[in-house]
């Protein structure tokens, strides 16, 4: 028998794209831009530019409403399941 070898498995892994959202102070990689513009606002906002700064603007309020939006379905859930143990109990009680 003869082994053959793949030529895709023996090469060297490629970078997985990470590279590409690095902070520039401190060199930490994140998954998404908008999490490293986040980072650079908040850990380094002497060295941000302008238009980072209205970029990280933009996240912010972004991110804020998305924490908001969070905030009132757990807040609602938490109601309903509160209103549904007080029925639960109410009847068999």
């Known amino acids: 028998m003869t082994e ?3 030529a895709a498995t023996d090469a060297p892994e490629e970078p997985t794209g990470t590279d590409e959202f690095a902070c520039r102070t401190c060199g930490r990689t994140f998954p998404t831009d908008r ?3 986040l980072h ?8 941000v530019t302008e238009a980072e700064r209205e970029s990280y603007r933009e ?3 972004e991110e804020e409403a998305e ?3 969070f ?4 807040l609602g859930v938490l109601v309903l399941l509160y209103f549904g143990f007080l029925i639960v109990y109410a009847l068999i009680a």
Not at 40 to 47: E, F, L, M, S, T
Not at 71 to 74: L, T
């Open 4 to 6: 053959t070898t793949n």
């Open 59 to 61: 996240a912010y309020l």
């Open 71 to 74: 905030r009132i379905r757990a």
């Open 35 to 37: 999490l490293r513009i």
């Open 67 to 69: 924490i908001r939006s």
């Open 40 to 47: 650079r606002g908040v850990r380094h906002p002497a060295d």
